[in-house]
Every structure is written in C-alpha cells, then in structure tokens.
C-alpha cells in the first residue's frame, strides 16, 4: 500500500482560505474579517449537496471556544478531529452540517472531501501495510520465533476478514490459557488512521527480533502480550482500494438506510448511545443499533472476556499526540482514587516519552461507547487511548506519509515496555510520584 502527505489541499485556493482562518498555519486566532464575513454568509445559505454525490462528506472548521461548544459539535453528528485556538475542525455529514446551522453553530469553512484527495499513492509511501500485508508480515513474525510467537483470529469482519493477533508468551500459544499478566495493544479501529496499523506491528517486530536483549527476554519471560494492529480491516482496506482516499473512519455494515458503516470506537456498552455518538446512521461518529452490533466489537469483547489475566491495554488511533485515560463517556474521574492515581502517573510517564500531551479523555469532551472505558469498567484493565502523530491536519492529518513511521514507532515503543512490565500490578504506577 502507498500513502501520500497531504500538503496544502493541493489546491491553491483551499490553501489560502486555510490559511486565512488561522486553523492549518499552525496560529491560534479568529479569522480575518474579511474571511469571517464570507464564513458568515456561507453558513446562512441553504446547504447544498456537493456535485461529486458518491461523498457528500465535509471537512469543516467550526467555532467552539470551549468544551461545552465543542460537545454541542460532536452531539450535531461531528466527527471532531482537530483543536486550534477557539475553533475546531473534523468531519461532517450534510445533515450533520444541517444541524449544526439550526443550532446556531458557526461554520467557519467546509471544504469537501474529494477536494483533499489525491490523484495516486506515491511509491515513496509503500512502506505502510495494507491488510494482506499485514497478515503476512504477522505470520512472518511467528514463524521468525516459534519458542515465543504465535498467531491467531479473534473474530472476523463483516466482510470476513479474519481480525487477527500476534501472541508473544513462552509457554502459551494461539488460545491456550496462560496465568501470565497479560498487556493488548490494538490499532485500527478507525480505518484511515493508518499509522495506528504500523505502530503495534513495528513495536511487536521490534520485540521479537530483540526477544534475546537481556532486559528484552527478562520482560517476556513472564507475561503474555498481544498484538492486534487491525481491529476494522474491511474499512481500512475500503480507505484505500481505489486511487483516491476515502476518508474512511467506520467499518463497512450496510445501514437500512442505505450508508455505510458503525463508528467501532463508539459501539461499546459503556453509556451506549450517550453524548458525542450519533443516532445518524450517515454521521462518522454513528454508534450503531446496539451496543456490540457489529462482529469486529464482539470479537474484541470475546477477545477481553476469555482473558482475565489481562491487566493493561492501548487503543491506538490518530491523530493528535496525547495519551488518554477513561473516562472519556463521563465528565467525572473514575472513583477508584489509586487507580486514578495511577492512571495520572502511567499517562505521564508515556507523555514524557513520547511527547504528547497527558489528561482524562473526557477533558476534550464526553463520547460515550468508547473502547477503554468499556475495558476499564467491565473488565478493569488499565487502558489508555493514544493517538498517535501528526499533532494536526497541517501536519499531515490522518496521511501523512512514511517518514512519520519509524519516529512513531520509536516514541511508542518505551511506552509499550512500560505496560509489559507493569502487567503484573499497575496500580503500583501510583507509588512512583
């Protein structure tokens, strides 16, 4: 698979209406005037359908000052994917934008999708993996170390893909039952945040060809760690099957009313259907008919319920550069006051590694049926959502290249060592402060 950057929209006068409203030059601040009063006047039209109709989707910029006004955003239907200054930026569905007009919401400027596509993959890119690829560089792993990899499906997609592991235990393979403290690390529930594919499998790679590095083996001989790096393989394949990205963000089920997809990552039953999930089949953040509705969600939950050893987790998406812990469905702290003591320490510590920004999920603002809250609450293993580089859709959103893969890797492999180790009992976290 070859990926591409997305530089300035590719077009000139995207790029300087971007850079007139302050969101992609990196600049905090309210739009020009003159860009404001256009803005203004956009928004008060009637909403039309873009000509390309095979994807009506936008990509908007819509004054939010703060968490309030953003959670009235997401509630629209908005898929929120960037902060900057007093303004916010994601991806909406036409009725999505609807409701944000009769709301009174300001949208500063939409842009359509097909617009920020490219014409190819440019082969500078290839080194991300696809899902084929992927299953072949996971099987190429076990068979690298047969004394401490093995490989095997949790559950299949809706289009029957198998969602598979890669399992790194001594003494257990496949599905065989282990009383070692177990860590999972996930990526790809989202299916254009390709880059959340590439970290779990390059970090599970680079433990297995380490596996004899005296701190390396020490780790392993102990516990039993998982490797999960596509969770929505049919809509990460579907994001990139033709010459144009296509945004992709949920799986690929056929809703009754003829759109495709569920948000994954809004599907578990921790206050499913709450705030900051859509009821709109259309909208990129729908969560689906029912909690765990889709197969991909149960194969994880299934995964979850037949391991009870396991004691720390990551969901990795992007982007943005923070490291997140529950609640991200509820607006208060989770009660436990040691465990969220040493939840504040273990997101700090891989802040300070990676250099992304530490704090409760929820302190964006509250969406409801995510994956870590579910693991936490249900199953109390310690989890944490990072999303991964670039910092912004300047920087390359959810596209941005190659180059971005191996310092991705590199910033998130202590933190996955540091979950290994502490698998054993992570509420010892709290006693390290």
């Known amino acids: 698979m ?18 007139a409203d302050g969101w992609f030059d990196g600049k905090d601040g309210a739009a020009a005037p003159a860009a404001a009063a256009a803005a203004k006047k956009a928004a008060e039209k009637k909403i039309e359908k873009p000509a390309l109709a095979d994807d ?3 990509w908007v910029i819509i004054e939010a000052a703060d968490k309030s006004a953003r959670q009235a955003v997401v509630d629209a239907g908005v898929a929120i994917e960037g902060m900057s200054g007093s303004q916010v930026a994601g991806v909406a569905s036409l009725k999505a934008l609807q409701k944000l007009k009769d709301r009174g919401i300001r949208v500063i400027k939409q842009t359509s999708l097909r617009v920020i ?16 690829e992927t299953e072949a560089e996971l099987k190429a792993i076990a068979a690298s170390a047969p004394e401490l990899a093995s490989v ?33 690390f996930m990526g790809t529930h989202h299916a254009r945040e390709h880059i959340s594919t590439e970290v779990p499998l390059l970090i599970a790679k680079w433990i297995v060809e380490n596996r004899n590095r ?30 144009k990205y ?27 259907g709450g705030p900051g999930a859509s009821d709109d089949p259309d909208s990129d953040t729908y969560h689906g008919p029912s909690a765990f509705s889709e197969p991909e969600s149960k194969a994880v939950k299934a995964f979850f319920e037949a391991r009870s050893n396991l004691k720390t987790f990551i969901s990795y998406h992007s982007f943005s550069e923070l490291v997140l812990y529950p609640w991200g469905g509820a607006d208060e702290p989770i009660s436990d006051q040691r465990a969220l003591k040493a939840y504040k320490a273990m997101a700090e510590k891989m802040a300070g590694w990676t250099g992304y920004t530490a704090q409760q999920s929820s302190d964006l603002y509250v969406a409801t049926g995510d994956t870590c809250d579910w693991s936490w609450e249900k199953r109390k293993v310690f989890s944490f959502t990072i999303e991964l580089t670039p910092a912004s859709q300047w920087a390359g959103g959810f596209y941005p290249g190659a180059a971005v893969i191996s310092s991705a890797v590199q910033k998130n492999l202590q933190p996955v060592l540091y979950l290994i180790g502490l698998a054993d009992d992570p509420t010892r976290a709290a006693d390290s402060n």
């Not at 963000?249 to 578990?268: A, E, F, I, Q, T």
């Open 2 to 19: 070859r990926l591409f950057v997305l530089s300035l929209f590719l077009i000139a006068s995207a790029a300087r209406a971007e850079s």
């Open 56 to 58: 009506d989707r936008l």
């Open 246 to 272: 296509r945004w992709q963000r949920k799986n690929m089920r056929k809703n009754s009313d003829g759109s495709v997809g569920v948000d994954l990552n809004r599907n578990y039953d921790f206050r499913f």
């Open 214 to 243: 005296a701190d390396v083996k020490k780790l392993l001989e102990d516990r039993d760690v998982y490797f999960i790096p596509i969770v929505n393989p049919d809509g990460a394949e579907y994001d990139i099957a033709t010459g």
């Open 152 to 184: 095997f499906s949790i559950g299949q997609s809706w289009q029957g893909r198998a969602i598979s592991a890669l399992r790194l235990n001594t003494t257990a393979k496949g599905t065989q039952a282990s009383k070692k403290p177990g860590a999972v």
């Open 117 to 132: 596509s490219t014409e190819d993959f440019p082969t500078a890119d290839s080194a991300y993996h696809n899902y084929a």
